[in-house]
């Protein structure tokens, strides 16, 4: 059965993330603090503002202490989707709104999207962004209805 760990500020059950992308999410002078052998959590909750945490709460990284802006955090900014290219949540509902995007395929060759992809490295989560571009895409096509 796999771990869940609880933020240790919100005590919201975190997503598991590889030790890899947690070191290339971190500022420089915090990478050497990630250690290998440990489990880390990236908090879902978009009003706290801590990012992630190991499964003893013993280190904490909070918004401050990543490279990038965490997209689903509430003051985001920008609020990238796809990190590997930096294209944003705005980006994709425009390329729906203004472009008739109807689906990844057309967001992909409209906005660059998903090309030259290194998501474990380059995305918070470490998983690929397609299904936070699908999500994207039905946001923004309800909202035409």
């Not at 609880?6 to 050497?32: D, W």
């Not at 490279?67 to 425009?94: G, L, M, R, S």
């Not at 990844?104 to 397609?130: F, H, Q, V, W, Y």
Request: aromatic share 8%.
């Amino acid at each position: 059965m796999e771990e869940k760990a609880n933020c240790p500020k919100c005590h919201k059950i975190g997503e598991k993330v590889k030790n890899i992308t947690v070191k290339h999410m971190v500022s420089e002078n915090l990478m050497g603090k990630v250690v290998d052998e440990e489990t880390y959590y990236l908090c879902m909750n978009e009003d706290c503002d801590v990012v992630y945490y190991n499964l003893n709460n013993e280190r904490v990284f909070y918004k401050e202490d990543v490279k990038v802006p965490i997209w689903f955090k509430k003051d985001a900014n920008p609020k990238y989707i796809c990190y590997c290219n930096q294209v944003t949540e705005q980006q994709i509902i425009n390329a729906v709104l203004d472009d008739g995007a109807k689906n990844i395929k057309d967001i992909i060759r409209l906005t660059g999207a998903m090309k030259n992809a290194k998501c474990e490295i380059n995305n918070p989560l470490g998983k690929c962004c397609s299904p936070f571009i699908q999500e994207t895409i039905n946001k923004a096509l309800n909202s035409k209805k």
